[in-house]
């Protein structure tokens, strides 16, 4: 059976832009029914992992904990912004519960360590479990503690590549709250061009024009994603498109075609 990896970034699933704790409950009940309507039709095994928005990125800038936690602040800092995220990760499960899925939570602070901010240990093996029952693990970026900085914020766009390898997934896809790479911010810039495929050709080159986030983003917004693909997503196809728009999610899960950038290295 095909196991696929989605993420909904914080852009799609909260109120990244505006910078405030806000999830799209909107936006996260459409995924939650395309899913099940994907499942009526097909067979698949299902990893879902979410991004942070400000339920993340906020708490660690304000309090300097991108680079580590030494200080009693930054511990306070590193609790705030791990009970933060087990909110957000609330809204999901309870709204997944409510559309009929069958959805489990795994805490990145539970089972992975960092050194360096690069994961050391991830201890997946849950994951595997729940796989193995027909139940979606919903993981998303945490802080968790680092063997070189006491504390570091682990991505869910680190976490993706690792369990696509680890697992073997066919297929990973990216939501956001555009359709795909642009040359550009489309939503600064107009004339912004759709990237419609990612290679080792022409990495160098998007790498160059992209941009990290508008919005508070200590991840590195798409650029980052793309170094996180690059550095580990070898032979697994990915797929960036935009998770807001309704129909998208369903039928990328039934292998129908949707509007984005395909990314293959």
Request: proline residues 3%; positive net charge.
């Amino acid at each position: 059976m095909d196991l696929y990896i989605l993420k909904i970034g914080g852009s799609a699933c909260t109120e990244k832009a505006k910078n405030v704790c806000e999830a799209k409950t909107g936006v996260i009940r459409q995924i939650a029914r395309e899913i099940k309507a994907a499942q009526a039709e097909k067979e698949f095994k299902l990893i879902l992992v979410h991004g942070a928005g400000p339920f993340g990125h906020k708490l660690v800038s304000d309090y300097g904990i991108n680079n580590g936690v030494r200080t009693g602040r930054q511990v306070e800092g590193f609790v705030r912004t791990h009970n933060s995220m087990l909110a957000l990760n609330k809204i999901f499960l309870d709204i997944f519960s409510e559309e009929g899925l069958n959805a489990v939570s795994i805490p990145p602070l539970a089972c992975i360590v960092q050194s360096g901010k690069k994961i050391r240990r991830f201890d997946y093996s849950l994951v595997k479990k729940l796989l193995g029952v027909s139940i979606i693990p919903v993981l998303h970026g945490d802080m968790v503690f680092d063997d070189r900085l006491g504390a570091s914020v682990v991505s869910g766009d680190a976490i993706i590549p690792f369990l696509a390898k680890k697992l073997g997934a066919k297929k990973v896809f990216f939501g956001t709250d555009v359709a795909g790479v642009f040359t550009a911010d489309p939503k600064r810039h107009p004339g912004a061009k759709l990237i419609k495929e990612i290679h080792p050709r022409n990495i160098g080159v998007i790498l160059r024009k992209v941009s990290g986030s508008s919005a508070v983003d200590v991840t590195g917004g798409m650029k980052g994603k793309l170094l996180e693909m690059k550095s580990i997503l070898r032979g697994i196809d990915a797929f960036v498109f935009d998770a807001t728009k309704n129909g998208n999610v369903l039928n990328l899960l039934l292998g129908k075609p949707v509007t984005g950038t395909k990314i293959t290295f």
